[in-house]
């Protein structure tokens, strides 16, 4: 399709559980890019991946973050043990390929942790 | 790396006034410029982009600028509208690099 697909729109998680994020990329578009915002606007770069190799993961906190993207599947983003400052939006983004263009945003994910 | 500075944080304007972003990059090897605009409750949709091989690019009302020996892009939006209500976000981008960074956005009101 011609739209970045994310799901679900909202997650509520007790701190301490598993979060898992998805995204369906624009078909025909090889990177793929998630962001997290917070409160304040401000956009963080997590990681990108080009096709199903990791690209680029210099924003990810790989203490507890990680992400996948498999042949045939929505890409994942999956946060274990949540904590109350993972509280955020995470915007998927996915482009045709690398210099190609801006992004194509999804819809994002409102994750908030209690 | 990349760090791109935006201004200011808050704008607020007349219906029919026009309207002005202004962001800085810091890596020299940027050369491409896209700017976002992202409505209350959704992704940031692209509005405009500009390459580093031209100085302005213009779409209707709005228009983009760039400066490459100041470091310096900016946003135009003329004869403002309420619908232009929203935040807005520059980027930049490396040459040979797929990773955009972002401005702290603009949260840009049109009064009726």
């Known amino acids: 399709g011609e739209e970045v697909a994310q799901t679900p729109k909202h997650l509520v998680r007790g701190e301490g559980q598993k979060a898992k994020l998805y995204c369906a990329p624009i078909?025909?578009?090889?990177?793929v890019f998630w962001y997290q915002q917070v409160l304040k606007n401000e956009f963080k770069f997590l990681i990108s991946f080009q096709n199903e190799n990791v690209f680029d993961e210099t924003g990810m906190p790989k203490e507890r973050f990680s992400a996948k993207c498999l042949p045939n599947s929505p890409c994942s983003l999956e946060i274990q043990a949540t904590k109350l400052e993972d509280s955020a939006v995470y915007f998927c983004?996915?482009?045709?390929?690398?210099?190609?263009?801006?992004?194509?945003f999804g819809s994002g994910t409102r994750l908030t942790v209690v | 790396g990349e760090n791109v500075e935006q201004h200011p944080s808050t704008l607020s304007v007349q219906e029919g006034d026009s309207a002005v972003i202004k962001c800085t990059y810091s890596d020299s090897a940027s050369n491409y410029f896209p700017w976002y605009k992202q409505e209350l409750g959704k992704g940031p949709q692209l509005i405009i982009d500009?390459?580093?091989?031209?100085g302005e690019k213009k779409d209707q009302r709005i228009a983009v600028t760039l400066n490459k020996t100041a470091k310096h892009f900016s946003l135009h939006i003329t004869e403002t509208q309420p619908e232009d209500s929203a935040v807005y976000f520059c980027?930049?981008?490396?040459?040979?690099?797929?990773?955009?960074?972002f401005g702290k956005g603009t949260m840009l009101l049109v009064s009726p």
């Open positions: 078909k025909g578009h090889s990177y």
């Open positions: 980027a930049a981008r490396a040459a040979g690099y797929s990773t955009l960074t």
């Open positions: 983004a996915s482009s045709p390929g690398q210099g190609a263009g801006g992004y194509t």
């Open positions: 500009i390459r580093s091989n031209v």
